[in-house]
């Protein structure tokens, strides 16, 4: 079992839908959890964490399954800027070695 | 202010070159990791430096890859000699980190893309 898998894609979405990712790891040891976005040809960048307790942001709602060990992203009334690329992000037994999905794309279209 | 500056973004080369990629990392950050990006393989941790010392190198490919970081402000991926496989691209990204954990955002540089013909 590879250690951070995602759905590849893509997904392709018209504005103001609602989709979902899930993401599944195989360490029950990690700590930590994030969703990290990547635009076409940029750097990744932190998108949000994912606590235990399910968070917030906006329009991005994520949440975490421990007994399942697959963390989700749900994002509501997509718009055409929210299409990118999002990967999966997941501590290891050693806090500071984050394991990267290989990423999900996202395409909203008009 | 600066984010983490990456040079250079990038290099076009023949097989058996040396390679050397470039990293500053943002002031005050303590943990510095480098980073290679493939369709393939995505995105895979190849070193990570805390405080200038190497803590993990499992993930560095092979002995032509080597990586330094001579001090807080500076840090280098050398390739040699140079594979057509090495053809990726590097990222290099920076964190505050207390006892070598990470926080959870780390800052990415633009990267830089290695093109080895």
């Known amino acids: 079992r590879k250690e951070v898998e995602q759905d590849p894609g893509p997904f392709n979405v018209p504005e103001g839908a609602t989709v979902a990712f899930n993401c599944t790891y195989s360490?029950?040891?990690?700590?930590?959890f994030f969703w990290y976005r990547q635009d076409c040809r940029k750097e990744p960048k932190l998108l949000m964490s994912?606590?235990?307790s399910g968070n917030e942001d906006g329009r991005f709602t994520a949440q975490l399954n421990r007994a399942s060990q697959y963390i989700s992203l749900l994002i509501r009334d997509s718009k055409l800027s929210d299409s990118a690329t999002y990967l999966c992000?997941?501590?290891?037994?050693?806090?500071?070695?984050?394991?990267f999905g290989k990423g999900t794309l996202l395409t909203v279209n008009p | 202010d600066a984010g983490v500056i990456q040079s250079p973004r990038h290099e076009v080369t023949e097989m058996g070159q040396e390679v050397t990629l470039r990293c500053k990392p943002i002031?005050?950050?303590?943990?510095l990791f480098w980073y290679r990006q493939t369709m393939m393989r995505g995105l895979e941790l190849l070193i990570y430096?805390?405080?200038?010392?190497?803590?993990?190198d499992s993930g560095m490919p092979e002995d032509r890859f080597s990586a330094k970081m001579p001090n807080a402000s500076f840090s280098t991926l050398k390739i040699q000699p140079s594979e057509p496989r090495d053809s990726a691209v590097y990222f290099c990204?920076?964190?505050?980190?207390?006892?070598?954990?990470?926080?959870?955002?780390?800052?990415f540089g633009e990267g830089s893309r290695l093109t080895v013909l």
């Open positions: 992000v997941v501590s290891g037994g050693s806090n500071y070695k984050l394991t």
């Open positions: 360490n029950s040891a990690s700590q930590s």
């Open positions: 994912v606590y235990s």
């Open positions: 002031s005050g950050h303590n943990s």
């Open positions: 430096f805390n405080n200038n010392v190497p803590i993990d």
């Open positions: 990204a920076t964190t505050r980190a207390s006892g070598g954990a990470a926080t959870g955002e780390l800052f």
